[in-house]
């Protein structure tokens, strides 16, 4: 039986708002550069993520690829995190572009600032795509052919949308309440397309390495590479194992003292030992599987918290009223013609600030406060709303009536 597994890394950081206060509005434009010993320094934390993750992660998959003549897998990365790469971490950079140097590193398209514009105007979404293509095309030599949405947000509009748009392939989450009797373990067709193919997360699988390894409460700890393959091989009626994850799963959110590190250097060895077991990127898993179904999905679903939807973003009104707010502006903005101030209103609308301002509470609530440099969803958000009066400030001092 031919089987493969699809490793799939998500990677991304956002420029984090810093301590902005209405004292700082009409004052100061600088929403973004925190002092180095603030929580919120961009600086200090990819410094941090640089040296725990990227640099170790990017060595040992290179040495993996050269290794393992058989062993592939696919990237995504924000132009957030590249802008962040080329100011603070260089050689991090350069690691990334050796790792698709091989051949063998596919990377996916996504909005370049990591934002959820396909939901709110679908012109500044295609912008933010066509930016980031053409910083993949610059840096990597690569033109992306398969989607993946900011927090793999996606609905039967976006499936269309990619498919008009010349895309082989998009991403989305293996929801139990979408697949119903499916299983994630399968090529799909999106319902109301033509070409396009569909991969699902398996959540259960990723989520054991993700969010689970270093649990030692966890009825499955420890977590070898062994017995991880054993759960693939041993799984029936399977023809792909979509593994989607953030990159920061090794060694930032799962420490090398987890042994994190062992695990990935030990997969390839440990998948490959039997016969049919293979890596492909997402185009190659397209190429190689006959779509099982079509699958419909009418109201957006995400790969993050129980609900699986936008609430973690837009569940609550500081989080509708900051994004709207931000949105409203888009029009006098685009028309000013000052480069500046349209990057800042950019880089604004990156989804992490709205995952800060979440007011959810238990086990997402804890997940949530872990990723959140502030000490409140509500500081979040004046935070975000003092630097968003600012953007209308400088409209303001233009002549621009806002």
């Known amino acids: ?53 990227y640099l170790p992660t990017n060595e040992r998959l290179l040495k993996l690829l050269n290794d393992h003549p058989e062993f592939k897998l696919s990237l995504s990365i924000t132009g957030t995190l590249v802008e962040q790469l080329k100011r603070w971490s260089p050689e991090s950079l350069e690691s990334f572009i050796a790792l698709v140097k091989t051949g063998r590193v596919e990377i996916l398209a996504e909005t370049y600032h990591h934002s959820l514009s396909f939901f709110y105007d679908r012109s500044e979404f295609e912008s933010q795509v066509d930016m980031h293509r053409e910083m993949v095309e610059s840096i990597f030599s690569q033109t992306p052919k398969v989607f993946r949405n900011t927090e793999l ?4 509009d976006l499936a269309f949308w990619a498919d008009k748009h010349g895309y082989k392939g998009i991403l989305a989450e ?14 799909y067709r999106p319902a109301y397309t033509d070409n396009i193919r569909l991969l699902m997360k398996n959540y259960k699988l990723s989520d054991d390495i993700a969010f689970r390894f270093g649990d030692r409460e966890w009825s499955e700890w420890p977590l070898t590479a062994d017995k991880f393959t ?3 091989n041993e799984t029936n009626d399977a023809e792909v194992f ?43 898993a397209i190429d190689s599987f006959e779509p099982a179904d079509k699958i419909d999905v009418p109201s957006t679903i995400t790969w993050a918290d129980t609900e699986r939807d936008l609430s973690a973003w837009l569940g609550n009104s500081m989080q509708q009223d900051a994004i709207n ?32 301002m979440c007011t959810k509470w238990f086990k997402d609530g804890d997940i949530h406060a872990y990723f959140s440099p ?29």
């Open 1 to 53: 039986m031919n089987r493969a597994i699809v490793l799939y890394l998500h990677v991304h950081q956002p420029f984090r708002i810093r301590h902005y206060t209405v004292f700082d509005a009409a004052n100061s434009h600088n929403y973004f550069d925190a002092p180095y010993d603030a929580p919120e320094s961009n600086e200090r934390i990819l410094k941090k993520i640089a040296t725990k993750s």
């Open 153 to 156: 947000a996606y609905n039967n």
């Open 174 to 187: 293996g929801w139990d309440k979408i697949l119903g009797w499916r299983s994630p373990n399968f090529l």
């Open 230 to 232: 054993h759960w693939l």
């Open 242 to 284: 979509n593994l989607f994850m953030d990159y920061e799963t090794f060694g930032e959110h799962q420490w090398i003292e987890s042994g994190i590190f062992g695990f990935l250097e030990s997969l390839p060895r440990q998948w490959l030992k039997t016969d049919g077991n293979r890596f492909l990127t997402v185009c190659e």
């Open 325 to 356: 707010s931000l949105y409203s502006l888009k029009d006098k903005i685009l028309g000013c013609g000052d480069l500046a101030l349209i990057e800042d209103w950019r880089k604004l609308q990156t989804s992490d600030h709205f995952y800060y």
């Open 374 to 402: 502030y000490d409140s969803p509500y500081e979040a958000a004046i935070n975000f709303m003092n630097a968003w009066h600012d953007i209308k400030y400088r409209l303001s001092e233009k002549g621009i009536e806002v």
